[in-house]
């Protein structure tokens, strides 16, 4: 059953954790905008050694996000938006090397003792604000032939975004 029948069938908000699609979705496009494009800084307490590199106790860390979003060794066609890559089922859930991703290739809220607390707050909203308004207007991209260009491969800071234009009708 499509998301559209689903949402024309009943729109209950117990039920928006059915709408495994629209989840991908929105993991999708937190990996290709996320909250943030970086980390607060943090000091290390103790020595470590991450691959090569050895980081030394207080140095300052930052973790790149969206470097971590797009790593070609991490996401098969990473510039593409394929919210199939959520799915377990999928082949594109594996790395191009056909292993299981590393599961802080994609952590768009921060992970461990100090991830966002608005995580859960954030995508149940979105989800149940999606379905309504879903279940309410036809969506249409404006520019079709927008499509075929290429998106930004770095945008930094909160000003400007690239629009994505729409034409929103009743349904």
Known sequence: MSLREKLDAVIDLRRVHEFE???MCFSEGLRF???AYTSSNFFLTEDAKVCNYVIKAKDEVIINYYGLHFNSNEWQRPNEFLPERFDISSPLYL???GM???PYSFTPFNGGRRGCIGQTFAEKNIKTVLCYMISYFD??????DELKKPYPLLHL???KKVPIEVNVSNR
């Open 21 to 23: 699609w629209l989840g």
């Open 33 to 35: 905008q996320g909250p």
């Open 95 to 97: 790395t191009p090397s």
């Open 100 to 102: 299981k991703r590393n």
């Open 139 to 144: 969506f249409e991209f404006a520019d079709k």
């Open 157 to 159: 800071g909160q000003s």
